[in-house]
């Protein structure tokens, strides 16, 4: 009989322990922080790896192996459970990164000792790059990202490229020669998201080389993708080449002694009317104020007039430009043109030229437009006073 009993304790003292599984327990405690994890369809995330590390660790660039001092792995169950039953820090991160889906949170040592429980959703990771503005003499920057193991170089022009990041709003560690800056950076779930580092940004942008091979612009100096177009202002203008012909026709070798591409068109108009070349460089919503740009210099080429525009397009704008104009008369030689703000017409109303004053604090385009008969080449253009900063979403 006493053997039977002592069985029975036995028995009933295995089957109350805590079954471990890479640190976790698979059976609710009275005291552990419970956090159900489930994936987009609502599903449990089963056997999903979380890490928890301190909030403030970041992968050091000369030792990839380096290990945070506080690092966990937890396996949730087969019902997407985890159970916690201590932090040994005050705040930790917790990440999880599943088959294209994951989640970034921070977990505090009061709600794990209250003995809490959460549910995190798992959803589609996204993506973030961007450009560190590199001072002279750095050739890159280390881009890290706290509460994780996110290290990336960049390249000798500053960009940078980190993919598979849960969705969150992270602080991001830049470290650029002797120097250590912070950012933050918000990604969204599936989304690829911009995060340019601009502590040493230079006080001049390059808004246009004309390099692409595509209606698609590359705007080295903003880190971003703009879209060009070319258009008409009544269907009695003609250009060569043709409008309706693929964008990279007007894109041609720049000649003369100039190396590299530049934009090309021949335009025939008739007075009141006229061609042009526009491309965003600021978004409808969010504006550019460049109001204390200092001059816009740029190269050109060619015979006839044309002008310099910039735009405040979108519903939300006041929807008015301001334009200076300029006279080609050699289209062998290259001359280099600097356009200042005292430079663009005063206002007067005439086809929506609001002046300078007021376009300036709202840009959204930037226009090169040909009149009457006209031949232009244009390349290289360069706004100063400046800073990519200033084109930043706000």
Request: hydrophobic residues 40%; contains cysteine.
């Amino acid at each position: 009989m006493k053997k039977l009993l002592l069985l029975f304790v036995l028995f009933a003292l295995w089957a109350c322990s805590d079954d471990k599984v890479s640190g976790i327990s698979t059976v609710e405690t009275e005291n552990a922080f419970l956090i159900r994890v489930v994936r987009g369809d609502s599903l449990p995330a089963a056997n999903v790896v979380a890490r928890v590390r301190t909030v403030d660790f970041v992968r050091d660039s000369a030792n990839e192996s380096e290990v945070p001092e506080f690092f966990v792995e937890y396996v949730a169950d087969s019902l997407g459970r985890i159970h916690i039953d201590s932090l040994a820090v005050e705040v930790a991160s917790i990440e999880i990164v599943s088959e294209g889906e994951g989640m970034f949170r921070r977990l505090f040592a009061r709600d794990v000792r209250e003995g809490d429980s959460v549910q995190f959703v798992l959803e589609k990771t996204g993506s973030l790059h961007g450009k560190v503005y590199l001072p002279e003499g750095v050739d890159y920057a280390w881009v890290q990202v706290y509460g994780t193991d996110r290290l990336v170089k960049t390249d000798s022009n500053g960009f940078y490229e980190m993919d598979s990041l849960p969705p969150f709003e992270y602080i991001m560690r830049i470290v650029v020669g002797d120097s250590v800056v912070k950012n933050s950076a918000k990604v969204d779930a599936g989304e690829e998201s911009l995060a340019n580092v601009y502590a040493f940004e230079p006080d001049s942008v390059k808004v246009l080389d004309f390099e692409s091979d595509n209606e698609k612009f590359f705007i080295n100096d903003l880190g971003i993708s703009v879209t060009g177009y070319m258009a008409v202002t009544d269907t009695s203008v003609r250009t060569t080449p043709s409008i309706d012909e693929n964008f990279a026709s007007f894109l041609v070798d720049a000649g003369a002694g100039r190396e590299g591409k530049a934009l090309h068109w021949e335009s025939s108009a008739g007075f009141g009317f006229w061609s042009f070349f526009g491309t965003w460089v600021c978004k409808e919503k969010s504006p550019c104020n460049l109001s204390a740009m200092d001059s816009v210099v740029f190269y050109a080429r060619g015979t006839g007039i044309y002008s310099i525009i910039f735009e405040s397009l979108g519903k939300s704008n006041l929807e008015g430009k301001t334009l200076a104009n300029d006279t080609l008369k050699s289209s062998d030689e290259w001359k280099r043109v600097c356009i200042k703000p005292s430079d663009f017409k005063p206002r007067d109303d005439l086809y929506g030229n609001f002046g300078w004053d007021a376009v300036s604090e709202a840009v959204t385009t930037i226009t090169v437009a040909a009149y009457d008969s006209t031949e232009v080449w244009i390349d290289d253009i360069t706004l100063y006073g400046v800073k990519p900063s200033d084109f930043a979403i706000k």
